[in-house]
């Protein structure tokens, strides 16, 4: 997939920069692959480009969403070594984060004036 021009300058800077740095010249192939954005699948070919963009962005989503779970709910550091306890542990851990999502969701419609923000204004 082609990326924006913006996008592919600030890729060719990058390539550019490094080569500059190492003493090397940036090879020409690197630099008109900076113009493009590439995943790589395994999927059938039945499945179109576009279709897998879609599943490469909502597989994003999720990886962010666990990197939110690691840093805020430190979810990654399991204490209990029993598998059944720190089944449980993490199970309340997944709640916990539920719950603070349903929370942080009607916090953000709260309005102290008495009438609802649409989520449109944030």
């Known amino acids: 997939m082609r ?9 060719r800077r990058r390539i550019l920069r490094e080569a500059l740095r190492e003493g090397q010249t940036p090879d020409p192939r690197a630099l008109e692959c900076a113009g493009y954005f590439f995943v790589l ?6 499945i179109s480009a576009d279709q897998v963009l879609a599943i490469y962005r909502l597989r994003w989503q999720v990886e962010i969403a666990f990197k939110r779970l690691k840093s805020l ?7 209990p070594k ?10 309340g851990k997944l709640i ?11 916090a953000q419609a709260f309005s102290p ?3 609802e923000v649409l989520s449109e204004e944030l």
């Open 3 to 11: 990326q924006s021009a913006a996008a592919a300058e600030v890729a």
């Open 41 to 46: 699948s395994v999927l059938p070919e039945a």
């Open 73 to 79: 709910l430190h979810i990654d550091a399991v204490r």
């Open 82 to 91: 029993d598998p059944a306890l720190a089944r449980s542990y993490l199970y």
């Open 96 to 106: 916990g984060a539920l719950l603070l999502d349903e929370l942080t969701a009607r």
């Open 113 to 115: 004036w008495g009438y």
